[in-house]
T-cell receptor, first 115, second 113 residues
Framework: EAGVTQFPSHSVIEKGQTVTLRCDPI?????LYWYRRVMGKEIKFLLH????????ESGMPNNRFLAERTGGTYSTLKVQPAELEDSGVYFC?????????????FGSGTRLTVV | AQSVSQHNHHVILSEAASLELGCNYS??????LFWYVQYPGQHLQLLLK??????LVKGIKGFEAEFIKSKFSFNLRKPSVQWSDTAEYFC???????????FGKGTKLSVKP
């Protein structure tokens, strides 16, 4: 079984540019989560999709962040325009069901550096 | 506020030493606790989890953790570490039906051969 795949693994962009991160969950996993870890800080929840619908986006920092999951398969997280404080590692996780009891599979993350 | 506190930022041990990583949480409602590990260059992997029942839980690779409700703690232990245990360890707490986890800041473990 393929795991959760994230693209790209690293991205370096200039302040003000746009970056799009992609996450391919495990096939059949309806639940998809985005998390972010800013250097030295906790891994923080950003949002949760159930299929193509946003179940919980309470962790999204501001309106420069846009997440989509068209068709309920892969998801993208766009940052536009990027700011220095957006630097960090963005993790994606997928789960077969909703709730912590189902377990999560995490991707390796995308390391975003905004300069 | 819901939070997880990991006491140690970086722990350095020699092989065969015993390990204990501290984790305290603040969380209202049903508590489900987790330890994840991230080896260099790899994804986050589940080490062990506690939902209910026996407060001493055993995970993979010889790790165990003890849930002490009165102390709001879920410390991770291993009696004898190996060089291959070098990684970053994250404690996390989650509710039941809520899908998201609340993580601590992580503890880097370096094991000297």
């Amino acid at each position: 079984e393929a795991g959760v795949t994230q693209f790209p693994s690293h991205s370096v962009i200039e302040k003000g540019q746009t970056v799009t991160l992609r996450c391919d969950p495990i096939s059949g996993h309806d639940n998809l989560y985005w998390y972010r870890r800013v250097m030295g800080k906790e891994i923080k929840f950003l949002l949760h999709f159930v299929k193509e619908s946003k179940q919980d986006e309470s962790g999204m920092p501001n309106n420069r962040f846009l997440a989509e999951r068209t068709g309920g398969t892969y998801s993208t997280l766009k940052v536009q325009p990027a700011e220095l404080e957006d630097s960090g590692v963005y993790f994606c996780a997928s789960s077969q069901g909703q709730g912590v009891y189902y377990g999560y599979t995490f991707g390796s993350g995308t390391r975003l550096t905004v300069v | 506020a819901q939070s997880v506190s990991q006491h140690n930022h970086h722990v350095i041990l020699s092989e065969a030493a015993s390990l204990e990583l501290g984790c305290n949480y603040s969380y209202g409602g049903t508590v489900n606790l987790f330890w994840y590990v991230q080896y260099p260059g790899q994804h986050l992997q589940l080490l062990l989890k506690y939902f209910s029942g026996d407060p001493l839980v055993k995970g993979i690779k010889g790790f165990e953790a003890e849930f002490i409700k009165s102390k709001f703690s879920f410390n991770l232990r291993k009696p004898s570490v190996q060089w291959s245990d070098t990684a970053e360890y994250f404690c996390a707490v989650g509710g039941g039906s809520q899908g998201n986890l609340i993580f601590g800041k992580g503890t880097k473990l370096s094991v000297k051969p």
